[in-house]
């Protein structure tokens, strides 16, 4: 079995980890290679068949990103704050390394959104992809923008705000949650479009089948106005832009966590409807 490690060593909590993890894979497999989580460059002739990144969720979702068209199982390490999706710590890691790094792991397929932006001519100026969400932001100096929402060719509706949310069902527990959006099981083969802050009552988050295209054409922007994507990928946009948002043809693999499952995730990491801190009144 070869495997490729992927980590940002210069980052304390991951340093801290990143020995135990070397030694646990080196016991079951041969590391043929180890690179910076942040910037090295992947060789296209270095085969592997497992990768192992260490770091929080933004270092999973960023080797996803990496290694997508090689099909290539990733384990995700959490020296991160939050392992939603790195469900693994080194003692996990340890106990199930023979799953891991084995014929038959648990292998999670995740939706990943294939995203394009194209000028007023339809000139395309941006293809890429993103596993948690696609993010049409104002930007400075943070004025309302207004944008115009098309499923599949099909005229949806006009948002004027701070902006939108497409997210996928993995991203349905990040910025989507928070802008009000709901929480959507990752089995789900679904997008979800959330707005942000809309200058409107009746505007709310809605749940739409993945075969969908999204579109989201600027009408009115800022200097500052952008796409982002999984927080990591910037395009600026301007008047006239319209960015695309769809399913992309291939599916993250996840290798996953036998003794975690994803309601567990959600009550411990998410704190799904914890109730209030009630101080004990004696009563």
Known sequence: MKVLLAASPDRPATASILNEVRRI?????????????????????????RMVAVGGDGTLIAQVRRILDRGVPLIGVNSGRLGFLAEFDPESLESQAQSIFGPNPLVRQRLVMDVVVKRKDSTVVFHGISINDAVVTAGMPFRMIELQ????NE???????DGVIVASPVGSTAYSVSAGGPIVHPDVEALIVTPICPHSLGFRPIVVPSHLDISIRVVRANE???????????VRLAVGDTVQVGRHQSMARLIG???VTYWQQLLSKMRWAAPPSYRDRGV
């Open 25 to 49: 894979v080196a016991k079951h497999a041969e590391i043929v290679a180890e690179l910076d989580a942040d910037s090295a460059a992947l060789s296209s002739n270095l085969a592997f068949e």
């Open 149 to 152: 929402l098309g499923f599949s």
């Open 155 to 161: 005229p949806g509706p006009d948002v004027a705000g």
């Open 224 to 234: 500052g106005t952008t796409l982002v994507l999984d927080g990591q990928t910037n």
């Open 257 to 259: 966590n036998p003794e």
